[in-house]
């Protein structure tokens, strides 16, 4: 009987250590979670935008973000879309405001990597020319 008790509480106490350990792990987790006040990425201004702004770069840009993007950012870029389904508030590009940094480094990362849950990275569906062109789009919004 004893020994039964024993394994019992081995039991539990396993139970707990495992318990306390995936706190942890969540609460690291949420520790990493994007910074949602505004900020840079100095690692990234460095990053150089190989596409020159031309036309035809802003055009290709507005017909992927078309594609892709306006159902959250809205047609004219103002963060007017409604398809933003897990909380996020789809950014304006049309004001002089960058989250993430405002750098063509900074945004073109924001964009290959992703930064929310909303805000998801499309490194597996965009190249990184055509993101390189959403940058110049964006950019040419500001004007
Ligand atoms: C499902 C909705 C959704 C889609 C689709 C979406 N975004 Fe976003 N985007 C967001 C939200 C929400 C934020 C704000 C994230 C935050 O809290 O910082 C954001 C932020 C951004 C930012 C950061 C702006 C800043 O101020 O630094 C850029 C750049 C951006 N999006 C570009 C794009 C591009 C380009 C596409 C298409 C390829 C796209 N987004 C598609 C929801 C979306």
């Given at each position: 009987m004893f020994l039964r008790n024993r394994r019992y509480l081995d039991y539990y106490y396993r139970l707990f250590t495992c318990g306390l350990m995936l706190f942890v792990v969540v609460i690291g987790l949420n520790a990493q979670q994007h910074p949602a006040a505004p900020h840079?990425?100095?690692?990234?201004?460095?990053?150089?935008?190989?596409i020159p702004s031309t036309v035809e770069s802003i055009r290709t840009?507005?017909?992927?973000?078309?594609?892709?993007?306006?159902?959250c950012h809205g047609n004219s870029g103002r963060g007017d879309g409604d398809?933003?389904?897990?909380?996020?508030v789809p950014s304006d590009f049309t004001d002089e405001?960058?989250?993430?940094g405002g750098s063509d480094g900074e945004i073109f990362t924001v964009i290959k990597e992703g930064v929310t849950a909303d805000m998801q990275g499309y490194n597996n569906r965009l190249t990184d020319d055509d993101i390189w062109n959403l940058v110049n789009y964006l950019r040419s919004l500001g004007n």
């Open positions: 840079t990425h100095p690692e990234f201004q460095a990053l150089a935008n190989p840009g507005r017909q992927r973000y078309v594609f892709m993007c306006r159902e398809m933003s389904h897990a909380g996020g405001e960058w989250q993430h």
